[in-house]
């Protein structure tokens, strides 16, 4: 049996992901972790989403970026095309500002329902 192994801290290739060589499992997604001392804020440097995004660039998969200030929860970055593909809307939004920030718990949702739709197509 193959276990994967995940690549991390290399360039343009984001702190998860999966290094599947059967190629049997479709893990579509390039997630980015960061976490750092409290600023004040509760929202996402503009950098670690370009840092992801042109990762999951690279290999042709879906960014997330998973981001967590000091006592504060974790929040999840996602383009909203990704989230209205798991919903069964368009994949049209051309805008690159469109992101959704959410919790944890609607991540797994998003990303359950964008494998969902991903295995039906």
């Not at 976490?35 to 509760?42: C, I, R, V």
């Not at 370009?50 to 960014?63: H, M, T």
């Given at each position: 049996?193959?276990?994967?192994k ?5 360039s ?20 980015e972790v ?6 004040g804020s509760?929202?996402?440097?503009p950098a ?10 690279a290999q ?7 981001y967590k200030?000091?006592r504060r ?19 049209d939004h051309?805008?690159?500002?469109l ?8 991540c797994?949702?998003?990303t359950?329902?964008?494998l969902s ?5």
């Amino acid at each position: 049996m193959h276990v994967p192994k995940a690549k991390y801290r290399a360039s343009d290739h984001g702190d998860l992901l999966p290094d599947f060589k059967d190629g049997k499992f479709d893990w579509p997604f390039c997630i980015e972790v960061k976490t750092y001392s409290n600023t004040g804020s509760d929202t996402h440097r503009p950098a670690w989403w370009q840092q992801v995004r042109k990762a999951a660039k690279a290999q042709g998969l879906i960014p997330i970026l998973w981001y967590k200030y000091d006592r504060r929860d974790w929040r999840i970055v996602m383009h909203m095309n990704h989230v209205s593909f798991a919903l069964g809307g368009s994949f049209d939004h051309q805008d690159e500002t469109l992101l959704l920030t959410m919790d944890a718990d609607t991540c797994f949702y998003v990303t359950r329902e964008i494998l969902s739709a991903r295995a039906s197509a």
